[in-house]
Every structure is written in structure tokens, then in C-alpha cells.
């Protein structure tokens, strides 16, 4: 049981990476210092999937780890 959870972990942590990679656009070092300039704006279509992809593939992540925790 313990493999079934380290293989599932190892494959949301992937995707994790992949989403998040896909998330940052543009702007460089300056938008991590906060010198982005950016105006409010509400997220649709394909960024909104990816944010709320995110947000569910790094709850797995967790949910995941808690389990494989809890099972040793």
C-alpha cells in the first residue's frame, strides 16, 4: 500500500510542477519583487482551469503525504 501512495505522490508532484510551470508568464525577476505593475483582472477560460488546477492537484499532494504518513 505504501508503493501505491510514493507512485501516486510522484506523479501529482510532476503535474504539480508542470501546472505551476504553465501558471508564471512573463515579467522575469521583476514580478517576484513585486514590480509588476499589474492591474486587477479576473481569470477565464484556460487560466482560470489552471489556477483551479493548482489549487486541487497541491490539496492532493498533501492529502497524500498525510496518508502516506498515517499507513507506515
Same mark, same amino acid.
Given at each position: 500500500?505504501?508503493?501505491?501512495?510514493t507512485i501516486? =505522490?510522484?506523479i501529482v508532484s510532476v503535474l504539480l510542477v $508542470? +501546472? $505551476?510551470?504553465l =501558471?508564471?508568464?512573463g515579467g522575469g525577476l521583476s514580478n517576484l519583487? %513585486? %514590480?509588476g505593475g499589474e492591474i486587477y483582472h479576473t481569470k477565464r %477560460?484556460?487560466?482560470k482551469f489552471i489556477f483551479i488546477s493548482t489549487i +486541487? &492537484?497541491? $490539496? &492532493?499532494?498533501i492529502g497524500l503525504g498525510v496518508a502516506h504518513l $498515517?499507513?507506515?
Open positions: 500500500m505504501s508503493r501505491i501512495f501516486a =505522490q510522484m $508542470i +501546472v $505551476i510551470m =501558471q508564471s508568464r519583487f %513585486g %514590480g %477560460g484556460l487560466e +486541487v &492537484l497541491s $490539496i &492532493l499532494f $498515517i499507513t507506515d
